[in-house]
T-cell receptor, first 115, second 117 residues
C-alpha cells in the first residue's frame, strides 16, 4: 500500500530564512506527487505537482520541490520565507490506477515563522 | 473560473441527528471526492463520485454516504451523528476520475466545519 511520511510535525524558521519541508513516500511505481498548503480554517491550496519529466518543479508563491526517486522523496523548498507562509503543509501521493485509486496524504507539517 | 464551493461552512448538530453537506465542483470537473480532516487522524479519504456513481470508498462506516447529481454537484450525508464525527469535511474536484491511469489534480473547497454536541 502507498504511504506518505512527513517526518517533521512542526518547523520554525525566521522570516527571510530558507525552508525545506521533507516528504517521503512508499509506492511501487512512479507516483504522482503533490504539495498543498492549508491556512487555518481553510481548505487545501495546491502549491505544485509532479507527474513526470523534469524532477525539479516550480509552484506558486515561490515554492519548488524536487523529486528524488533514489531517496523516495519529494521535498518542498523556498529560498526566503515570508510571514504569510505560516500554515500547514501537506504532501500527497495521487493514485495511478492499477490497484491504486485513493490519494494518500501525509500528516502535515506546521510551519511557524518568526519575525 | 469559480473554485470548489461548499455549503454550509459551519454546522452544529447533536448526537443522533443527521447532516447533509453540499459541494459544487469547478465547472467541467466530473469527479468529486470527500475527505474528513481531524487533528487526531489527519486527512482521510471518504469516497469519490464520478458520473453519478461511487467509484472509490475509504474505510468509514455505512453512516457516511453520498451522491452525485447529473451536474456533478455532490452531497454527503452522515446519519446518527456521533461526537467523533466532529471534523472539517473537505470536498475536492478533478476533471476525471482518480486512478484512471492518467494523473489527476484535485482542487479543494474551503470545507464545512461540523461540530457534534
Amino acid at each position: 500500500a502507498q504511504s506518505v511520511t512527513q517526518p517533521d510535525i512542526h518547523i520554525t524558521v525566521s522570516e527571510g530564512a530558507s525552508l525545506e519541508l521533507r516528504c517521503n513516500y512508499s509506492y511501487g511505481a512512479t507516483p504522482y506527487l503533490f504539495w498543498y498548503v492549508q491556512s487555518p480554517g481553510q481548505g487545501l491550496q495546491l502549491l505544485l505537482k509532479y507527474f513526470s519529466g523534469d524532477t525539479l518543479v516550480q509552484g506558486i508563491k515561490g515554492f519548488e520541490a524536487e523529486f528524488k526517486r533514489s531517496q523516495s522523496s519529494f521535498n518542498l523548498r523556498k529560498p526566503s520565507v515570508h510571514w504569510s507562509d505560516a500554515a500547514e503543509y501537506f504532501c500527497a501521493v495521487g493514485p495511478t490506477g492499477g490497484g491504486s485509486y485513493i490519494p494518500t496524504f501525509g500528516r502535515g507539517t506546521s510551519l511557524i515563522v518568526h519575525p | 473560473k469559480a473554485g470548489v464551493t461548499q455549503t454550509p461552512r459551519y454546522l452544529i448538530k447533536t448526537r443522533g441527528q443527521q447532516v447533509t453537506l453540499s459541494c459544487s465542483p469547478i465547472s467541467g470537473h466530473r469527479s468529486v471526492s470527500w475527505y474528513q480532516q481531524t487533528p487526531g487522524q489527519g486527512l482521510q479519504f471518504l469516497f469519490e463520485y464520478f458520473s453519478e456513481t461511487q467509484r472509490n470508498k475509504g474505510n468509514f462506516p455505512g453512516r457516511f454516504s453520498g451522491r452525485q447529481f447529473s451536474n456533478s454537484r455532490s452531497e454527503m450525508n452522515v446519519s446518527t451523528l456521533e461526537l467523533g464525527d466532529s471534523a472539517l469535511y473537505l470536498c475536492a474536484s478533478s476533471l476525471e476520475r482518480l486512478g484512471g491511469g492518467r494523473p489527476e489534480t484535485q482542487y479543494f473547497g474551503p470545507g464545512t466545519r461540523l461540530l457534534v454536541l
